[in-house]
Structures are given as C-alpha cells and as structure tokens.
C-alpha cells in the first residue's frame, strides 16, 4: 500500500504563497491535489499523470497554482501564488497507483490512495 504524507501547510495572508508537499513511499501514476473547506466537498484542485506531460486545474486556481512532480524521489508539489481566503481548506494529496493511461482525475473515483490532509488558511 502506498502511503501518502503531505507537508507544507499553514497560514498566511492574502496575497501571499505557499508550497505544498506530498511525499508517497512507492511508484505511483497521476497524483493531484484535493481540498476541501469547512462544510464543503471535496473539489479537485489539481492533477498530473506520471509523466507531467498532462495536468487538469480547477478553475479557480489557474494561473495561481502550479502542480509538478519529482519521480525520481516520488514527489509531488503544489506551488500556491496570490493565495485568497477562499482558497482556505484542508489540502490532501492523492495518487492513482493502478498504470494505464486514463487520466481523469475530476472523477471522484480516480484517485486510489490519499494521505491525511494539511491544513492551509489564508487571511484577509
């Protein structure tokens, strides 16, 4: 079982920036980014297939946030510019671990494994 550990998380002012980090402990093929606020749902902020050939933003968050990996430590990154106190919730990684070529991580089954969660709060 692949195991997921985010780091990177905490608070800071609108405008501001943050790094967001998820270290997975095997292989894994897409991976992304999913928060969710407080009452809310979850909703997909960002995907990447194993290749970073191809990645998938929320609309919300494009031209702000910007997915990438490392595969050669199995790595994933979410860089966060101009954060907005909407953009507050807890930030999870999650991971696809079965290969293929699908990559549809919009899909609430996609993604099969999940670390814990790191909060982000961003202030007015």
């Known amino acids: 079982q692949v195991q997921l550990v985010e780091s990177g998380g905490g608070f800071v002012q609108a405008g501001g920036s943050l790094r967001l980090s998820c270290a997975a402990s095997?292989?894994?093929?897409?991976m992304g980014w999913v928060r969710q606020a407080s009452g809310e749902e979850r909703e997909l902020v960002a995907g990447?297939?194993?290749?970073?050939?191809?990645?998938d933003y929320a609309d919300s968050v494009k031209g702000r946030f910007t997915i990438s990996r490392n595969n050669a430590n199995n790595t994933l990154f979410l860089q966060m510019n101009n954060l907005k106190p909407e953009d507050r919730a807890v930030y999870y990684c999650a991971a696809r671990v079965a290969a293929g070529n699908d990559f549809s991580p919009e899909r609430r089954d996609y993604f099969t494994n999940w670390g814990q969660g790191t909060q982000v709060t961003v202030s007015s």
């Open positions: 095997g292989r894994t093929y897409s």
């Open positions: 990447i297939n194993w290749s970073g050939s191809k990645t």
